[in-house]
């Protein structure tokens, strides 16, 4: 019996990149980091544009990062329950905007399945009336939060499925992570006009005007900020506005919340990426004095 080889992305983009830059650039590519500085020196010679050049070296990063790494928390994820009827599924999936929804078992914090917003369409009346959502959810999988994420990107190749349940080292359910999280790893996000630094997730536009990183934790936005916010529910500025709105907001949308005004700047289906906060306390000392604004 013949055994076929697995397939590696990783090695086989090394593979033929290597080979590439052997027979045009006479390069010998021996470790990951001789092909990454190659392809840094191709970017700012504009040999490669630097969208190419971050895609390559994101995919190339997908084997050192986990699960854990981009996961949803459980407590931002939307769930049915097995007994909901047809009236309050609908409600939920056109509130959310998501086409995907994890089933919980009735009286207990198993997940049965995933239901398939698209499955619902071809319902009768009675098949709507008498809904019964163990004929309609699909089987779920389950995944470590230690699980590599190259290895991830290739299971949700194999099973083609776009969603999956994270679990802890006791089994229990800890979060989510979609196919579209997983590739945002590789193609990243589109590049933004505000350009807010890695190292500093808050970026001063006017004293009381800032751009803010959804992920930024709510102890760093009160003390920068001089605000109070409560931070023992929620652990970034994301995770109190996504629950202030109800729903994950789209770009665009507005929200004040004590004398904040709050504008979602970027946004997908699963999670607030940049915020624009606008100052509206009165006769506060202005923040981050130090920090020089834009022009």
């Given at each position: 019996m013949t055994t076929m080889n697995k397939f590696n992305p990783l090695q086989y983009l090394k593979e033929q990149t290597n080979q590439m830059m052997k027979k045009i650039l006479h390069w010998e590519i021996c470790s990951k980091e001789d092909l990454l500085f190659q392809l840094k020196?191709?970017?700012q010679n504009s040999i490669i544009n630097h969208e190419t050049c971050a895609i390559i070296e994101n995919t190339l990063n997908l084997a050192e990062m986990r699960v854990r790494d981009i996961m949803m928390p459980k407590g931002q994820m939307?769930?049915?329950?097995?007994n909901a009827n047809y009236a309050e599924i609908i409600k939920l999936i056109?509130?959310?905007g998501h086409s995907r929804f994890p089933v919980l078992a009735n009286h207990s914090d198993d997940i049965r399945g995933i239901l398939h917003a698209k499955d619902l369409l071809n319902l009768n009346d009675d098949e709507k009336e008498n809904i019964d959502l163990g004929d309609l959810i699909r089987s779920v999988n389950f995944v470590p939060e230690s699980k590599r994420l190259d290895?991830?990107?290739k299971e949700f190749k194999q099973n083609r499925n776009h969603m999956v349940i994270v679990v802890n080292e006791y089994g229990q359910t800890i979060g989510f992570v979609t196919l579209e999280d997983t590739i945002e790893q590789i193609l990243g996000d589109i590049a933004d006009e505000f350009d807010v630094d890695e190292e500093d997730p808050i970026?001063?536009?006017s004293p009381k005007h800032f751009i803010i990183r959804a992920d930024t934790e709510l102890d760093i936005f009160n003390e920068r900020l001089n605000s109070q916010m409560d931070d023992t529910q929620f652990d970034t500025i994301g995770g109190l506005l996504t629950a202030q709105f109800g729903y994950t907001p789209k770009q665009g949308e507005k929200l004040n919340y004590k004398n904040f005004q709050f504008k979602i700047l970027s946004a997908n289906s699963r999670r607030i990426k940049l915020i624009e906060?606008?100052?509206?306390r009165q006769d506060l000392p202005n923040t981050q004095s130090d920090t020089k604004s834009l022009s």
């Amino acid at each position: 019996m013949t055994t076929m080889n697995k397939f590696n992305p990783l090695q086989y983009l090394k593979e033929q990149t290597n080979q590439m830059m052997k027979k045009i650039l006479h390069w010998e590519i021996c470790s990951k980091e001789d092909l990454l500085f190659q392809l840094k020196q191709c970017s700012q010679n504009s040999i490669i544009n630097h969208e190419t050049c971050a895609i390559i070296e994101n995919t190339l990063n997908l084997a050192e990062m986990r699960v854990r790494d981009i996961m949803m928390p459980k407590g931002q994820m939307i769930i049915i329950h097995e007994n909901a009827n047809y009236a309050e599924i609908i409600k939920l999936i056109t509130e959310s905007g998501h086409s995907r929804f994890p089933v919980l078992a009735n009286h207990s914090d198993d997940i049965r399945g995933i239901l398939h917003a698209k499955d619902l369409l071809n319902l009768n009346d009675d098949e709507k009336e008498n809904i019964d959502l163990g004929d309609l959810i699909r089987s779920v999988n389950f995944v470590p939060e230690s699980k590599r994420l190259d290895a991830l990107l290739k299971e949700f190749k194999q099973n083609r499925n776009h969603m999956v349940i994270v679990v802890n080292e006791y089994g229990q359910t800890i979060g989510f992570v979609t196919l579209e999280d997983t590739i945002e790893q590789i193609l990243g996000d589109i590049a933004d006009e505000f350009d807010v630094d890695e190292e500093d997730p808050i970026k001063l536009l006017s004293p009381k005007h800032f751009i803010i990183r959804a992920d930024t934790e709510l102890d760093i936005f009160n003390e920068r900020l001089n605000s109070q916010m409560d931070d023992t529910q929620f652990d970034t500025i994301g995770g109190l506005l996504t629950a202030q709105f109800g729903y994950t907001p789209k770009q665009g949308e507005k929200l004040n919340y004590k004398n904040f005004q709050f504008k979602i700047l970027s946004a997908n289906s699963r999670r607030i990426k940049l915020i624009e906060c606008l100052d509206k306390r009165q006769d506060l000392p202005n923040t981050q004095s130090d920090t020089k604004s834009l022009s």
